[in-house]
């Protein structure tokens, strides 16, 4: 039984950074792929990065956005940094088994709640 929580979301001024954590359960980080995405207010679902043997990142967030592994912890991590308002969104943490280059919500089976990330300008 696969189960995925994120945690850390909340309000940060434009410029500002926040840390998004997954909690993963069930399977461990190192394997597979992990993944953020985050859906804005009437927008489509939309990958932010994933992590297998390498790392992926969507434009909009390259240079500004890492995401990690901590093995200790069994965590999917999402720091983020230089916020903008566009980055406002529910952002969710998603995972595989698969290993490869994993962009659309669809090849990814398991999915936490989501937090919420609001940016204020």
């Known amino acids: 039984q696969v189960r995925l929580a994120e945690s850390g979301g909340g309000l940060v001024q434009a410029g500002g950074s926040l840390r998004l954590s997954c909690a993963v359960s069930?399977?461990?980080?190192?394997?597979?792929?992990m993944a953020w995405f985050r859906q804005a207010p009437g927008k489509e679902r939309e990958i932010v990065a994933h992590?297998?043997?390498?790392?992926f990142y969507a434009d909009s967030v390259k240079g500004r956005f890492t995401i990690s592994r901590d093995n200790a912890k069994n965590t999917v991590d999402l720091q983020m940094h230089r916020l903008k308002p566009r980055d406002r969104a529910v952002y969710f943490c998603?995972?595989?088994?698969?290993?490869?280059?994993?962009?659309?919500?669809?090849?990814?089976?398991?999915w936490g709640q989501g937090t919420q990330v609001t940016v204020a300008s």
């Open positions: 992590i297998s043997s390498d790392t």
């Open positions: 069930g399977r461990t980080v190192n394997t597979g792929t």
């Open positions: 998603a995972a595989t088994p698969r290993t490869g280059n994993y962009y659309f919500s669809s090849s990814y089976d398991d």
